[in-house]
């Protein structure tokens, strides 16, 4: 089984819908992160989460909310979805070790059309 | 702010020919530097890192070194295979706290028999 799932894989949805992306870890791992991926743009950071009670906006956090339910689950949601949110978002985990040596292990990723 | 900067793909190479992909950076102190790939339909998977000056990172037959005088973190296979066939993201992750990651825009490589 892998350690990083994510559901669904792929979701389409209609402009001012509300879309909520799940993330599940066995890894253990304190840090979870979510990213989006657009072409030509490489990963932006959106959220990011040290723990259960602790989590920080990225780069791009603007039209997103997240919700940490369990040190295994990280949600992000899009309260009301728009077309130039759709792209490919990725949840990874990382141990929290120091910035040198912590490695994030990335899920299979949710492709999200907005029409 | 921290930034990675990787040469733009796509990159179509024949079976057994020698691969480079640069990369170069920005960051303040002195950030870990990682290469992560992405084959097609799957999430992304750490490759290789490096985490201080003229550190040589390697795996699969990549490496890559640490050149903290020229910022750069270049990828190189001696002899690419078609399994390479993948995109690749350079990526920093800087003192700044938090341990985030910093990455390039990616650079599709197509390797062709």
């Known amino acids: 089984d892998a350690d990083v799932t994510q559901t669904p894989r792929n979701r389409i949805t209609k402009t001012g819908k509300r879309i909520m992306l799940e993330c599940s870890q066995t890894k253990g791992h304190d840090r979870m992160y979510w990213y989006r991926q657009d072409p030509g743009l490489g990963l932006q950071l959106i959220y990011y989460s040290f723990d259960v009670k602790d989590i920080n906006k990225g780069e791009i956090s603007d039209g997103y909310s997240v919700s940490r339910q369990a040190q295994a689950k990280f949600s992000l949601s899009l309260e009301s979805a728009i077309p130039n949110q759709t792209a490919l978002y990725f949840c990874a985990t990382s141990l929290g070790q120091s910035y040198s040596t912590d490695t994030q292990y990335f899920g299979p990723g949710t492709r999200l059309t907005v029409l | ?113």
């Open chain 2, 1 to 113: 702010g921290d930034s990675v900067t990787q040469m733009e793909g796509p990159v179509t190479l024949s079976e057994e020919a020698f691969l480079t992909i640069n990369c170069t950076y920005t960051a303040t102190g002195y950030p870990s530097l990682f290469w992560y790939v992405q084959y097609p339909g799957e999430g992304l998977q750490l490759l290789l890192k490096a985490t201080k000056a003229d550190d040589k990172g390697s795996n699969k037959g990549f490496e890559a070194t640490y050149r903290k005088e020229t910022t750069s973190f270049h990828l190189e296979k001696g002899s690419v295979q078609v399994s390479d066939s993948a995109v690749y993201f350079c990526a920093l992750s800087g003192t700044g706290g938090g341990n985030k990651l910093t990455f390039g825009t990616g650079t599709q490589l197509k390797v062709e028999l």
